[in-house]
């Protein structure tokens, strides 16, 4: 088991030279590594930030969102070529930085809405492009953990099952279920009976709690989702995911209003060692 934190708590743009006191203070709590986002910032740098990770010990995954115009699910021939170039950039970019890992809504892109449920058409475009995004990554040695979204935010895909079946129509051994406690909170009306179902193609767990502040504070149901987790053997990653005000476009973006936590590192470092005693303790 490996545990994690995302850097989205503090920034998009993870090369920054001033994060790197950050960083070294994040593997001195414990943490075996960090998620960097892949939002902002020149992936000619993504290198050289990871050289100076290793130098600290901290392994690292990597996320990516979908702009409108780089949409996996569009109807449109461009934007679905748009798609697969970006991504398969995304694939690189996590690669260039020493990780093996992409998550995130990489099938569609986030806060676009139809007004309607995903037709057959939008997901099977969807599907096409990350099959081929998959090859580009398994040449990468990168996998790819697909992350379903609540319905606020995106509507190809809202719960682990379909998530699973998506995955199993790609049909390809480096892509899996990403799975976040933030999300199932709100889509999944037995979220511990969901990770029992999906089973082992969870392949990346976000731990997020239902406000997105301090995990092991609010309402998730995290005895049930530790338990569900080792039931299937899961050995992956465990990376808290929260969010606050120190980027003012992800705030807006994330719908934080107010003060959900003391301060960030404090946040770090509780939501590690929740996330390590709730492991220890799940039976």
Same mark, same amino acid.
């Given at each position: 088991?490996?545990?994690?934190?995302?850097?989205?708590?503090?920034?998009?743009?993870?090369?920054?030279?001033?994060?790197?006191?950050?960083?070294?203070?994040?593997?001195?709590?414990?943490?075996?590594?960090?998620?960097?986002?892949?939002?902002?910032?020149?992936?000619?740098?993504?290198?050289?930030?990871?050289?100076?990770?290793?130098?600290?010990?901290?392994?690292?995954?990597?996320?990516?969102?979908?702009?409108?115009? /780089?949409?996996?699910?569009?109807? $449109? #021939? &461009?934007?679905?070529?748009? @798609? =697969?170039?970006?991504?398969? !950039?995304? +694939?690189?970019?996590?690669?260039?930085?020493?990780?093996?890992?992409?998550?995130?809504?990489?099938?569609?892109?986030?806060?676009?809405?139809?007004?309607?449920?995903?037709?057959?058409?939008?997901?099977?475009?969807?599907?096409?492009?990350?099959?081929?995004?998959?090859?580009?990554?398994?040449?990468?040695?990168?996998?790819?953990?697909?992350?379903?979204?609540?319905?606020?935010?995106?509507?190809?895909?809202?719960?682990?099952?379909?998530?699973?079946?998506?995955?199993?129509?790609?049909?390809?051994?480096?892509?899996?279920?990403?799975?976040?406690?933030?999300? /199932?909170?709100?889509?999944?009306? $037995? #979220? &511990?009976?969901?990770?029992? @179902? =999906?089973?082992?193609?969870? !392949?990346? +767990?976000?731990?997020?709690?239902?406000?997105?502040?301090?995990?092991?504070?609010?309402?998730?149901?995290?005895?049930?989702?530790?338990?569900?987790?080792?039931?299937?053997?899961?050995?992956?990653?465990?990376?808290?995911?929260?969010?606050?005000?120190?980027?003012?476009?992800?705030?807006?973006?994330?719908?934080?209003?107010?003060?959900?936590?003391?301060?960030?590192?404090?946040?770090?470092?509780?939501?590690?060692?929740?996330?390590?005693?709730?492991?220890?303790?799940?039976?």
């Amino acid at each position: 088991m490996q545990f994690g934190m995302n850097l989205l708590l503090w920034t998009d743009d993870p090369t920054q030279e001033s994060l790197l006191p950050l960083y070294e203070r994040l593997g001195a709590m414990g943490f075996d590594g960090v998620e960097l986002p892949l939002l902002a910032g020149d992936p000619a740098d993504l290198p050289a930030l990871g050289r100076r990770l290793d130098d600290m010990g901290l392994a690292r995954t990597a996320i990516q969102v979908c702009p409108p115009e /780089a949409n996996p699910a569009s109807g $449109d #021939p &461009a934007i679905q070529q748009a @798609a =697969t170039d970006f991504l398969k !950039r995304a +694939v690189d970019a996590t690669a260039s930085a020493g990780a093996s890992v992409l998550g995130g809504p990489l099938y569609a892109a986030i806060g676009e809405f139809s007004g309607a449920p995903a037709t057959p058409a939008e997901w099977e475009a969807s599907v096409s492009v990350m099959q081929q995004v998959a090859d580009h990554a398994a040449g990468a040695g990168v996998s790819l953990s697909l992350e379903f979204l609540n319905r606020f935010e995106i509507y190809l895909l809202n719960c682990a099952a379909d998530t699973e079946r998506y995955v199993r129509e790609i049909g390809r051994d480096n892509v899996g279920v990403h799975y976040d406690t933030f999300h /199932a909170h709100i889509e999944e009306k $037995d #979220p &511990a009976g969901a990770i029992r @179902a =999906t089973g082992p193609a969870i !392949r990346h +767990v976000h731990i997020s709690e239902n406000d997105r502040s301090t995990p092991g504070k609010g309402q998730v149901r995290w005895q049930e989702t530790f338990s569900a987790l080792k039931a299937i053997d899961y050995e992956g990653w465990l990376t808290i995911e929260a969010f606050g005000s120190a980027l003012a476009t992800l705030a807006a973006a994330t719908k934080i209003w107010r003060p959900m936590f003391e301060d960030e590192e404090t946040l770090a470092r509780e939501g590690l060692v929740f996330m390590k005693e709730s492991w220890a303790a799940a039976k």
